[in-house]
């Protein structure tokens, strides 16, 4: 499996929900990444996890809250979300933190976030 | 300041022509590495080819190519041989490898339309 799955593709929410996203991957990856990306934008880093802790938070505002349950897990909670907070948030992984190997990253094919 | 920087945010390419998109950075850190991903319009991230700071050679994957000149801190793009397929936003990005961060920075992209 060299996948990287980002549940759901679409989301639709209004300022006052409460909503999850979900990324996974089974290839034994020990970093994974949140990122957001606006349209025609480059994307940006949001968060870095590394062995499942928490290694950079990009100062992100606090209605954005990374989880990492388990090695293949990576979830980000979304409350009272803004509608300039509508982007595509990619999710990420690589196999691991330091090194000059080819550490590429696999990348999920996004969820787009629409805050109304 | 800019660390990655693409010049071109939109090229044309005739089909079966080769095309080269340009990427320059800057960093004062021995170890980096150099990567092109490929964005279609569906929004994942696909990953095309790498370059480590202490390659020697240039490096190739099918029809990608890296024209890496590390004096003039530039990793360019070529594609041969453009096909339709071609077409999406290509990003230029660096990895700075120090003790504890390890993060990928990307540049503005290039939108390439290969032409029938």
């Known amino acids: 499996d060299t996948e990287v799955t980002q549940t759901p593709k679409h989301l639709v929410m209004g300022m006052t929900n409460k909503k999850s996203l979900k990324c996974e991957q089974h290839?034994?990856?020990?970093?994974m990444y949140w990122y957001k990306q606006k349209a025609k934008k480059p994307p940006e880093l949001m968060f870095v996890?590394?062995?499942?802790?928490?290694?950079i938070n990009e100062s992100v505002p606090s209605r954005f809250s990374p989880e990492c349950p388990n090695s293949s897990l990576l979830n980000l909670h979304l409350h009272a979300l803004q509608p300039e907070d509508s982007a595509l948030y990619l999710c990420?992984?690589?196999?691991?933190?330091?090194?000059?190997?080819?550490?590429?990253?696999?990348f999920g094919s996004g969820t787009r976030l629409t805050v109304v | 300041a800019q660390k990655i920087t693409q010049t071109q945010p939109g090229m044309f390419v005739q089909e079966k022509e080769a095309v080269t998109l340009d990427c320059t950075y800057d960093?004062?850190?021995?170890?980096?590495?150099l990567f092109w991903y490929k964005q279609p319009s569906s929004g994942e991230m696909i990953f095309l080819i790498y370059?480590?700071?202490?390659?020697?050679q240039n490096a190739t994957e099918g029809r990608y190519s890296l024209n890496f000149q590390k004096a003039r801190k530039s990793a360019n793009l070529v594609i041969s041989a453009s096909q339709l397929g071609d077409s999406a936003m290509y990003f230029c990005?660096?990895?700075?490898?120090?003790?504890?961060?390890?993060?990928?920075?990307f540049g503005t992209g290039t939108r390439l339309k290969v032409l029938a």
């Open positions: 990420a992984s690589s196999q691991g933190f330091k090194g000059r190997s080819n550490n590429g990253y696999t």
């Open positions: 290839m034994g990856h020990r970093a």
């Open positions: 996890y590394s062995y499942e802790k928490l290694s």
């Open positions: 960093t004062s850190d021995p170890s980096y590495g």
């Open positions: 370059q480590g700071s202490y390659d020697q």
């Open positions: 990005a660096m990895r700075e490898g120090s003790s504890g961060t390890y993060k990928y920075i």
